[in-house]
């Protein structure tokens, strides 16, 4: 079965420089999320997109930010980039359940950005 | 504010059934509950999900009891590949929110 796919895979930015990781969810699914996974720490959301408007925003830094394109793959764009931005970026996605019910969030296997 | 409680870490051997145990006791009337699995380095991956009972999967069972403020995930026969960060999550239903909000998962350990 189709999954999350994610690139890069790597990356390596200097202090001050921008960074792009794009995301391409399952087939048929309408919600992406980002989540940014510190070493030895959770993950934590950052933001989500339904229908390609944004749905949810949690902890994304000013400096981030993200959108999704028509044909449902999502990019975040990260500027000015910090030593403390070096992290897994993970992106899910899942497809808005019915009424009453919830949906499941399937991960890509993550960008693993590190600023120097 | 975290909305779930699980031990840190528990050591098992192969073979044996694990059982972790998660505690949700704000859990709201339509919150679902869902475990999932990190192997280091990787992305989560969805284990199993209910709301109330029984669930199992080819993977795990999940046991819910009737008030459901606390929730047991059980892997049957755990062998070293099982070695891995557990996290229970509960949906925001309520909110409608529907990111998911990590806390601090269980460190399995499976030893041969």
């Known amino acids: 079965a189709a999954g999350v796919i994610q690139s890069p895979r790597h990356l390596i930015k200097e202090k001050r420089e921008t960074a792009t990781l794009k995301c391409y969810p399952i087939p048929r699914h309408d919600t992406v999320y980002w989540y940014q996974q510190g070493p030895g720490q959770d993950p934590q959301f950052l933001i989500s997109f339904y229908e390609k408007m944004q749905s949810d925003k949690g902890s994304i830094p000013d400096r981030f930010s993200a959108q999704q394109f028509s044909d449902y793959h999502s990019e975040l764009n990260m500027s000015s980039l910090e030593l403390g931005d070096s992290a897994l970026y993970f992106c899910a996605s899942s497809r808005k359940g019915l009424a009453g019910s919830t949906d499941t969030q399937y991960f890509g296997p993550g960008t693993r950005l590190t600023v120097l | 504010l975290a909305k779930t409680t699980q031990p840190i870490s528990m050591d098992s051997y192969e073979g044996q059934e694990v059982n972790i145990t998660c505690s949700h006791n704000n859990i709201a009337t339509n919150d679902y509950i869902t475990w999932y699995q990190q192997f280091p380095s990787q992305g989560p991956r969805f284990i199993i999900q209910?709301?109330?009972t029984k669930v199992t999967n080819e993977v795990a069972s999940l046991f819910i009891p009737a008030d459901r403020k606390s929730s047991t995930l059980s892997l049957p026969r755990v062998s070293l590949s099982d070695t891995a960060v557990y996290y229970c999550?509960?949906?925001?239903?309520?909110?409608?929110?529907?990111?998911?909000?990590f806390g601090s998962g269980t460190r399995l350990q499976v030893q041969p």
């Open positions: 209910g709301y109330k």
């Open positions: 999550l509960v949906g925001d239903e309520d909110t409608g929110r529907r990111a998911l909000t």
